[in-house]
């Protein structure tokens, strides 16, 4: 499985509050969710996400457990998300929803290209490849099959 597009680089210990603020929880429509997404950090964020790869620093994800948050960042058109370390609810709500997660320690400028490809186990970020931390076959299935839900579904 494979991902490019332009940087949207952030710091460490961003947090589900931070990607999707609680008073937007209140709908059930997503688009309202990616529409906000990071809206207390950057208001003009949300714009910049469609066909982006976040890349961010240790602990990405952390906080509450809320699978909106993962489900924003999909809906806003992220391919992907590249962190240091991920908080551990956050990565397993990516994988099931079908967001690409993948855990590297890279350099990052806004904009620069960004690939990865899950199945060979790398990220690369303006010409330079890192290697990345290798997901389980059923985890890249998963994914492949657009979370998992579709997996189950695909698998009877």
């Known amino acids: 499985m494979q991902g490019v597009g332009p940087a949207v680089c952030l710091g460490n210990d961003i947090d589900t509050d931070l990607i999707i603020a609680g ?5 059930k429509d997503r688009s309202v969710w990616a529409e906000h997404v990071f809206e207390d950090l950057d208001p003009a964020l949300a714009g910049r996400l469609s066909g982006a790869i976040i890349v961010a620093g240790r602990n990405m994800g952390c906080g509450s457990s809320r699978e909106q948050a993962v489900v924003a960042l999909r809906e806003a058109g992220v391919v992907g998300v590249v962190a240091e370390s991920f908080a551990r609810i956050f990565f397993r709500n990516a994988v099931n929803v079908g967001l690409p997660v993948i855990e590297a320690s890279v350099a990052c400028t806004d904009g620069v290209r960004v690939a990865f490809d899950l199945d060979a186990g790398w990220v690369e970020v303006d010409g330079e490849r ?19 839900v579709p997996y189950w579904r695909s698998s009877r």
């Open 130 to 148: 890192y290697p990345a931390r290798p997901l389980s076959a059923k985890m890249v299935a998963i994914l492949r099959a657009g979370g998992l």
């Open 23 to 27: 008073r937007y929880l209140r709908t």
